[in-house]
């Protein structure tokens, strides 16, 4: 994450990467009483999750104070002054260092995230803090600037490792992260090649979006679209989306809406030089979102293939039942829907009673639980425990949706109002 700037005031203008030769550099005496761990803290920002509406970690981000005849600078200027001295590495094992300090006091139930460079892997220093006795457990690592990965996968592909290193060592510093109890997040993540490159890569358990995609989120139906395709990519490789940046109560709900599982920013917490917890109103907002997401709850995820029946050929009915009710697969169902030449459905024919095609009910995968759970239970009880019939948007069959599995899609959105976690 790009390290947040202080509140009020300008942003000050870019730092030199270079220092002229001969110039002496105002800041060189400062950086280096931060690199000794004098005139610089942590605070930390609230990470929230938003489906149980409770603080579930922290990041650490760096606080320095201001010196008497500098400009006021920002913490990547900061940093950025560090890599023109050459002292990056050092400056930033002294903020892991400090994290893991922190780490010790943590709230119950909660991690703590502490921002690196990619140079920071090469460096022998910064190795040693990770590889301290303590371990990372509760640590996340995040990756910044992750540009920089594939920076160094070009290097290694030329040759020229240098000193920051290619993209193997790199993989291997996180191996070791991981080793050691850390978990891995993948820092500025925006739909650039680059950002996804490196999610490929290095298979984070984290990926944190970038503020880019969370602003106006709300009003931007294409940013609505990437990120819940980041969600789905996020969840297919096994990582947790979190999402950088929020600071208002549209983006909020937004991303609640939207499935997103983390979420930190302004309106969640600002940093601060203790623990913080969730506001009880903001509390209160995610806790009445869920529950409007939950009853929005889908039926597509209770679709169940199944064997159907052509108009015309119900006759064949029970040797169909019987087939998919073999050892080992899918619970009995005594009933098959019945398809037009269309693969429409026109009917349902039950096996118990070998009679004529009765009604189906028939259900597009984007009905809610409730709407579709309501039909059911309204209709005539010699009809009223059939399968539901469900469709996609062109009519065609795509399944079924038994009443059992809707019932324990409410049962536990009652018991649980915050979840959508159903069986």
């Not at 400090?98 to 921002?115: G, I």
Request: a negative charge.
């Amino acid at each position: 994450m790009t390290r947040t700037a202080p509140e009020g005031g300008a942003t000050p203008g870019p730092t030199p990467d270079v220092i002229p030769p001969g110039t002496a550099d105002p800041w060189a005496g400062v950086v280096e009483r931060a690199v000794r761990g004098d005139g610089f803290s942590l605070a930390f920002q609230p990470i929230v999750d938003l489906e149980h509406a409770a603080v579930v970690g922290y990041e650490a981000l760096s606080r320095f104070e201001g010196v008497a005849g500098l400009p006021p600078s920002t913490p990547p200027q900061w940093f950025a002054r560090a890599r023109a001295l050459g002292v990056l590495p050092e400056l930033e094992a002294r903020v892991l260092s400090k994290a893991l300090d922190a780490r010790d006091r943590l709230p119950p139930n909660t991690f703590l995230a502490v921002n690196l460079s990619s140079e920071a892997f090469a460096s022998d220093l910064v190795r040693r803090v990770l590889r301290s006795p303590r371990g990372l457990h509760r640590m996340v690592v995040e990756v910044a600037q992750p540009a920089l990965l594939a920076d160094a996968a070009a290097r290694e592909a030329d040759g020229d490792i240098g000193d920051i290193g290619g993209i193997g060592d790199i993989e291997e510093a996180m191996e070791g992260i991981r080793a050691a109890g850390a978990y891995l997040a993948v820092d500025d993540v925006s739909a650039s090649y680059d950002s996804l490159s490196s999610i490929l890569r290095l298979r984070p358990d984290f990926v944190k979006l970038d503020r880019s995609l969370i602003a106006d989120l709300a009003q931007d139906e294409a940013k609505l679209a990437l990120v819940e395709m980041f969600g789905q990519f996020a969840s297919r490789a096994d990582a947790w989306l979190l999402a950088e940046g929020v600071e208002t109560v549209d983006e909020l709900s937004a991303l609640s809406r939207l499935g997103v599982p983390l979420a930190q920013g302004y309106l969640l917490g600002r940093p601060a030089p203790d623990w913080t917890p969730l506001p009880v109103e903001l509390r209160e907002l995610l806790v009445r979102a869920q529950n409007v997401a939950a009853a929005r709850l889908t039926v597509s995820r209770f679709v169940e293939p199944w064997p159907y029946l052509e108009h015309g050929r119900e006759a064949e009915g029970a040797w169909l039942v019987g087939a998919a009710t073999a050892e080992g697969s899918t619970p009995a169902m005594t009933v098959l829907p019945v398809l037009d030449e269309f693969r429409r459905p026109v009917g349902i024919y039950a096996l118990s009673t070998a009679g004529p095609v009765r009604p189906v009910t028939v259900l597009k995968r984007t009905t809610p639980v409730a709407d579709a759970a309501r039909r059911a239970i309204t209709r005539p009880l010699t009809r009223r425990f059939d399968p539901l019939v469900c469709i996609d948007d062109l009519g065609d069959y795509v399944g079924v949706v038994r009443l059992e599995r809707l019932i324990e899609a409410l049962t536990g959105a009652l018991e649980d109002p915050g979840s959508r976690e159903v069986a």
